[in-house]
């Protein structure tokens, strides 16, 4: 059992960090971060243009798959979270849902300019200019669509900070919980 | 029961899954060779469980969700236990052939109660669709069943394994049936045009789609175990078990083993070409094409083993 | 028949202003209670296609502009069928009957500049959710400092403590 | 017309030949791909010969160019500014707009194009020509360029 | 059993049943769907907002972006529309530059395509493969224009630059590679008898279905109603070209994924048809450039259309007299096909049809969002 001190629960999401797993880490942690990141599956959403070039990606010009990367259908199965591009505040509600869906240990690539500061739509009334207001990003890639090249790129940049456990984005989200809920209310009104 | 069994056991429960997902790691490298491209080092199903197992939070819905997927891979280890293994068998009786059936179904059955526990809309027409698809198939092999069974005359899979190898083996004996038994095996590996029950762009993985973490690396070795088992069954049915060397000496044994792998591996290999250049069914074409030029065969094939032994 | 056949027999609409903008392409101005009928009258000249209803904000006359955008698969001409309505209690009424697809057009007019459809069963919300502002395609909508106010004045969540 | 009526089940087959042909897939990033001769990547700026006349941040559809005080490029002619311009890659398009105005070709992009970070303010930096034109990677050094 | 239960199943936003961004929520009664509901707006960016804030040059940096899969027709569409307003001839290199380049997109989006509709019913090979050899397209256009997908080089008085040496050449051998491709794509998918048992007779639209609810594109042409933008109302090099309007007649998937079929192998046709004349033409002069910074249009207002590959994506371009547009409105061809048709057409059909049906009829969620 675990003594309620070692806890930190967040609310309403039941999502628990606790000594044993930090312990269980620490012995295993290098085979497991070795497997994590050899294995990173993504959700399979397309959340703005930049899917576009994740069809090549995937497909036999510069298959993905090489390094263990496919799509998975459900945000339950996934590791990975890719915003491709632009988030659109009705999309936002949904990739917020889609990474609480997610089980821990999980990661967000931001691809392009839009989730950077805005993109082509920093002046939109739909689309927001910062990602990492509401949501905890890995990794930032720039261009507009990034070429595979530079998506390849960050995720063997993602690899690595994964081997050296610098990838804690999840860990950031439960840290700052309130403060990432109480930006994304400011947005929606209502959630559902 | 003597510690040997005890460890061969434990040894079959973990070599099993093992191969399976050796099998299932070349599967999709042979898939993406065929598609244009290179493909996940042929280890990747290895990697794949090992951060299935580590991943840390996982969302129950309730017990029986729980224990759907343990279920499903004790059923299937279990029935494992019956099956030749080129030569090992742990357990052999009389009639193995139809619990080994029974089985399978119970362990298919451990999946379908853990998946409608999850209350997914998505599972449960999965579900219901893996139901149909088992109940389409199943018609036929029963019947291919009966054919082999009439012919060697025993119910006992080891008996009929051995059979084989004193006569000629069952694929040449019984060359249609043995046809309509790989029909009925694609639908038994779930590969395409009969993966209805995990379609991904109609159900979203149907079962599967509340299983994240732990839970899916289970389902995983539960898929690998019963890629082995019905392979293995058509090899015991069809191919003489793989038994081609002598198995008294140990050099043989080996051998044989090694040949068993190679033909489970074979059938595999041939369900895996057809998936990967057909596209599936819907539900009810599946239903229907099952049901039509399978079973016709599957009931000449029983005629024909009727007559041949009534002579 | 030529292009000014065509504008010739517009012509004979009552009420309706004329205008060859270009090879293939034509205005009509028609007043705002003989829309319907302008449109039913060219319907049966040919321009069977209704490719998008536009709307455009003239905020300088206090007017919102409805564009009917028909094209003729026979003739190859294209009309803009203009129609005015007031910007203060923008309504008109719905097209459906002569263009089923009118409905999903009116429900983004609806929802982008405000203009309520009388007959139209679906006006419900198309793209946005939950949108309280006023209608995002208007021009006294000021995006820009929208974005401001809105986006850019939630504080970043910093790592610091 | 070679698409049949009834179809056939073993055609599809035929396309098992793939098995032993070579794949078609480019090994990035084992295999560098270079791009194209025209290729839009980040911008370059010789900070000697640009007036700081600011077309490209007029001209510029995501307001990602901004001028940015340079007094030690304050000169006595007419038409030139102590300004550089800024690029928030956070913003740009990559359209090369501002390549298109710029009156004395100062401004230019080159071929590299790639740039990760965790870190999202090391998107925006000051170009300048010291970024070669055909690194031998085609990777951006973010350290080359100075940053604001 | 008389009541039957009927579950909600949603389609999307998140699922790989769906052509992007985009939601379905259908009722199912059994394995049929009774009830389907379109949810648009995830890709909503308001565009024709945008667009009021920008110069008229700025357009095609923007607009590009409303179908991501064919992008070339947005811009094309756009400038078409511009040029008609502001009454500006664009060279004739400049014009066969441009249809290559649509043609081009169209074979790419076509691509896509295919892969789409084999992943639906899952046949991925077909997706691996298209998507595969659409990326050598996509080498191409690098080459001309400098950009993977957003090219940004159809601006309103033409083509930006002029095609580098030896383009010609290098398309011709694209379109020899692609043709022989499409030979193994015909013996894999489209002779494939169980994608025949799976899409005939799946989800029929008549000729007059589709002309009521203005239905435009290969979808309308699949149900035998010859339309075709380049025809009708034609821009580009199309009055040029040598070519006629490809038609099917049953309209069901089978004939809507054929129809495409066939109009790839017209799109290979004419680029060559293009090649050819480019080969023959003085090299240069393909745009007329006006002052990008301070270019003014007289008031008034225009349409342009274009052929996509999915439809007629129109602009209607409103100008005031000012540096940049009044109001720029888009149609996009999934307006019609994509929401009510969809919606109507989707009852009765399987489940397993759902997506089928989605990524027969080539939705593209962007263009109905905007």
């Given at each position: 059992m675990v003594d309620e001190k070692e806890k930190i629960v967040s609310e309403d999401m039941g999502v628990q960090v606790d000594k044993k797993e930090d312990i269980e880490m620490r012995s295993f942690g290098t085979i497991k971060r070795w497997a994590t990141k050899r294995s990173l599956w993504m959700v399979h959403y397309c959340t703005g243009c930049g899917g576009i070039e994740l069809a090549p990606l995937m497909t036999?010009?510069?298959?993905?798959?090489?390094?263990g990367m496919h799509p998975m259908v459900t945000p339950r199965q996934s590791d990975l979270l890719l915003i491709t591009g632009y988030v659109n505040i009705k999309t936002l509600k949904r990739i917020i849902r889609t990474y609480e869906q997610m089980p821990d240990p999980k990661y967000v690539v931001a691809f392009g300019s839009c989730p950077i500061n805005g993109g082509p739509y920093w002046d939109s009334h739909v689309t927001i200019n910062h990602l990492d207001k509401y949501l905890p990003v890995d990794i930032y890639i720039a261009g507009c669509m990034p070429r595979p090249q530079s998506i390849v790129k960050a995720f063997d940049d993602l690899m690595d900070m994964i081997q050296e456990g610098k990838a804690d984005g999840y860990l950031r989200y439960k840290k700052y919980y309130d403060k990432y809920k109480a930006n994304q209310e400011k947005i929606f009104r209502k959630w559902w | 029961m003597s510690i040997t069994d005890i460890v061969a056991i434990i040894g079959m429960a973990v070599f099993v899954p093992l191969l399976g997902l050796l099998f299932m790691g070349i599967a999709r490298k042979i898939t993406a060779r065929i598609q244009n491209r290179i493909g996940p080092p042929f280890y990747q199903q290895y990697i794949d469980v090992m951060k299935l197992f580590s991943k840390r939070s996982n969302i129950s819905h309730s017990w029986v969700f729980d224990i759907g997927p343990i279920f499903a891979v004790v059923g299937m280890l279990t029935t494992m236990l019956f099956i030749p293994m080129g030569g090992f068998q742990l357990l052999s009786f009389d009639g193995d052939l139809i619990v080994i059936m029974y089985l399978m179904v119970i362990s298919g059955l451990g999946i379908a109660l853990g998946a409608g526990a999850s209350g997914n809309p998505n599972s449960g027409i999965g579900v219901m669709r893996a139901l149909v698809l088992m109940m389409s198939y199943e018609l036929p092999f029963v019947l291919i069943l009966l054919s082999v069974m009439l012919y060697y005359n025993t119910t006992s899979l080891a008996e009929i394994v051995s059979k084989q190898a004193d006569m000629a083996w069952a694929v040449l004996a019984l060359p249609l049936s043995a046809i309509v038994a790989d029909i009925c095996l694609q639908g038994q590996f779930g590969e395409k045009p009969f993966d209805q029950p995990i379609a991904p762009a109609e159900v979203a993985t149907g079962p599967m789609v509340e299983y994240g973490g732990k839970y899916l690396g289970m389902l995983m070795l539960w898929h690998a175990i019963a890629i082995i088992v019905e392979g293995s069954l058509f090899v015991n049915l069809f191919l003489g078990g793989g038994i081609v060397f002598d198995p008294s000496t140990y050099v043989g044994m080996a051998l044989n083993f090694l040949v068993w792998i190679g033909l489970v591996f074979l059938m595999f290999f041939i369900a895996l070409l057809i998936n990967a250049v057909m596209p599936r069914y819907r539900i009810d074409q599946a239903f229907a094409f099952y049901w039509k030029w399978p079973t016709i065969l599957a009931i000449i094939a029983l005629i024909y083993v009727m007559v041949v032994s009534s002579w | 028949m030529s292009e000014q056949d065509f504008v010739e027999r517009m012509a004979k609409f009552p009420g309706s202003e004329v205008k060859l903008l270009r090879k293939g392409q034509i205005a009509m101005k028609v007043p705002a209670d003989k829309g319907h009928e302008a449109a039913e009258y060219l319907k049966k000249m040919?321009?069977?296609?209704?490719v998008a209803i536009e709307y455009v904000d003239w905020i300088k006359d206090n007017e919102f502009e409805l564009v009917y955008n028909l094209f003729s698969y026979s003739s190859k001409m294209r009309v803009f069928l203009k129609v005015r309505i007031s910007r203060d209690n923008p309504e008109y009424i719905t097209f459906m009957d002569l263009w089923p697809v009118a409905m999903t057009h009116e429900r983004e007019a609806h929802e982008m500049m405000g203009i309520k459809f009388k007959g139209n069963p679906n006006l419900t919300p198309f793209i946005l959710e939950d949108w309280k502002e006023i209608p995002p395609m208007r021009k006294d909508f000021d995006s820009r400092k929208f974005v401001k106010e809105k986006y850019d004045s939630i504080p970043f969540v910093e790592d610091e403590p | 017309m070679s698409v049949k009526k009834e179809g056939s089940y073993v055609s599809p087959f035929r396309a098992l030949k793939q098995l032993v042909k070579k794949p078609h897939t480019v090994q990035i990033p084992k295999v560098v791909k270079p791009p194209a001769e025209r290729y839009r990547g980040f911008h370059t700026n010789n900070l000697e010969v640009c007036i700081g006349c600011g077309n490209c941040s007029r001209v510029c559809p995501d307001n990602a160019i901004k001028m940015v005080p340079f007094p030690e490029y304050a000169r006595k002619e007419p038409g030139s500014m102590p300004l550089r311009p800024q690029v928030d890659y956070g913003r740009c398009c990559f359209c090369a707009l501002c390549v298109e105005v710029?009156?004395?070709?100062?401004l230019q992009m080159v071929r590299t194009f790639t740039h990760v970070d965790e870190k999202k303010d090391s998107f925006v930096f000051i170009p300048d020509?010291?970024?070669?034109?055909?690194?031998p990677d085609f990777v951006l050094d973010t350290k080359n360029l100075r940053r604001k | 059993m008389s009541q039957t239960k009927t579950i909600d199943l949603f389609f999307g936003p998140q699922h790989p049943g769906i052509t992007g961004n985009f939601s379905v929520r259908v009722t199912v009664d059994g394995d049929t769907v009774v009830k389907a509901q379109v949810i648009p707006g995830f890709l909503h960016r308001g565009f024709e907002k945008l667009m009021e804030m920008r110069h008229w040059i700025q357009g095609p940096a923007l607009i590009c972006r409303i179908c991501v899969p064919d992008p070339d027709h947005s811009e094309t569409g756009y400038a078409t529309a511009v040029e008609r307003l502001a009454g500006i001839e664009v060279p004739e290199r400049g014009r066969y530059i441009r249809s290559l380049m649509l043609e081009m997109s169209r074979l790419s989006a076509y691509l896509f395509y295919f892969g789409g509709y084999a992943g639906s019913i899952g046949l991925y090979t077909v997706g691996q493969w298209g998507v595969g050899d659409r990326d050598y397209i996509l080498d191409l256009f690098e080459e001309l224009t400098g950009a993977r997908v957003y090219h940004i080089f159809n601006f309103p008085g033409g083509p930006r630059w002029d095609t580098p040496p030896g383009f010609e050449d290098k398309v011709d051998k694209l379109m020899d590679f692609l043709e022989k491709r499409l030979k193994e794509f015909d013996k894999l998918y489209f002779n494939n008898r169980v994608f025949i048992k799976r899409a005939r007779g799946t989800a029929p639209m008549t000729k007059a279905y589709a002309q009521k609810m203005e239905v435009t594109g290969p979808n309308a042409r699949a149900t035998g109603w010859a339309i075709d933008v380049r025809k009708d109302d034609p821009y580009a090099a199309y009055p040029d070209l040598d070519f006629d309007i490809i038609t099917q007649k049953e309209g069901d998937n089978y004939a809507r994924v054929i129809q495409r079929r066939m109009e790839f192998e017209q799109s290979i046709d004419l680029i060559r048809q293009i090649t050819r004349k480019l080969r023959k033409m003085p090299r240069g002069n393909v745009r007329v450039t006006p002052n990008p910074l301070h270019w003014k249009i007289p008031p008034g207002e225009a349409y342009g259309a274009v052929e996509s590959s999915k439809g007629e994506l129109g602009y209607y371009v409103v100008s005031d007299?000012?540096?940049?547009?009044y109001r720029m409105q888009a149609r996009g061809p999934s307006i019609s096909h994509g929401v009510q048709v969809y919606e109507e057409m989707v009852?009765?059909?399987?489940v397993a049809d759902v997506a089928a049906l989605m990524f027969s009829l080539d939705v593209c969620p962007p263009d109905i969002d905007r």
């Open positions: 036999s010009r510069y298959d993905m798959e090489r390094f | - | 040919g321009f069977t296609h209704l | 710029c009156p004395t070709g100062s020509s010291k970024v070669v034109h055909e690194t | 007299g000012g540096i940049g547009p009852v009765g059909q399987r």
